[in-house]
């Protein structure tokens, strides 16, 4: 089955402790970007990938490293997590010229 | 002016209600144009995807885009409680900037 997966699904953290978010997409999608989602503020780009050890800023940057060492793979790091990146994190991978595919979404909590 | 416009709702309607959702844009390089559907608690999933100006129907639903007037359209005849969602519209210019420009999204709940 195509998918985009994300781990955890689910993650309660305290302010500066490093974590990462895994992202893997089995499409052989070329391009893929996380994205943050706020209420009132809707879907914003943090980083995305045009392939294997591409990677460039999207909207909020700002906080968040990513890698891109494998096709399939493109985690994403919060090196000292703070309260205001509590958010919904959604991972998505694509072709360069098809639609844009979602993972299920990963819940943050920075205390 | 965002890019991107979409009025957020909440918008309530009777199940078999046709329901117009709508987006506006600034950036007339746009080409594609997209509408997601996310449900509570899941990550968003394409429901229509069409390129340039026209409309595209896909069972109960229409997408149409008037590239003029830059505004897009989500129609969705005979709705279902089970179309309770909150759609989002996208779009891109292609090319070689592959970045997607969301709206906000509208919360639409139908009531059975």
């Known amino acids: 089955e195509a998918q985009v997966t994300q781990n955890p699904r689910y993650l309660i953290t305290v302010t500066g402790k490093k974590l990462t978010v895994t992202c893997s997409q089995n499409m052989n999608h070329e391009y893929m970007s996380w994205y943050r989602q706020d209420p009132g503020l809707g879907l914003r780009q943090i980083y995305y990938?045009?392939?294997?050890?591409?990677?460039d800023k999207g909207d909020v940057p700002e906080g968040y490293k990513v890698s891109r060492k494998e096709k399939r793979n493109f985690p994403l790091i919060l090196e000292s997590p703070s309260p205001n990146q509590t958010s919904l994190y959604f991972c998505?991978?694509?072709?360069?010229?098809?639609?844009?595919?979602f993972g299920p979404g990963t819940r943050l909590t920075v205390l | 002016q965002k890019e991107v416009e979409q009025d957020p709702g909440p918008l309530s309607v009777p199940e078999g209600a046709i329901v117009s959702l709508n987006c506006t844009y600034s950036?007339?390089?746009?080409?594609?144009f997209m509408w997601y559907r996310q449900y509570s608690r899941k990550g968003p999933e394409l429901l229509m995807y069409t390129y340039s100006s026209g409309n595209k129907e896909d069972g109960r639903f229409t997408a149409q885009v008037d590239k003029s007037s830059k505004y897009i359209s989500l129609f969705i005849r005979d709705s279902q409680p089970s179309d309770s969602a909150t759609y989002l519209c996208a779009m891109t210019s292609g090319g070689s900037n592959y970045k997607l420009t969301f709206g906000k999204g509208t919360l639409l709940t139908v009531n059975p």
């Open positions: 990938s045009m392939n294997v050890e591409v990677t």
């Open positions: 950036n007339s390089a746009f080409q594609y």
């Open positions: 998505a991978s694509r072709t360069l010229t098809d639609t844009q595919y």
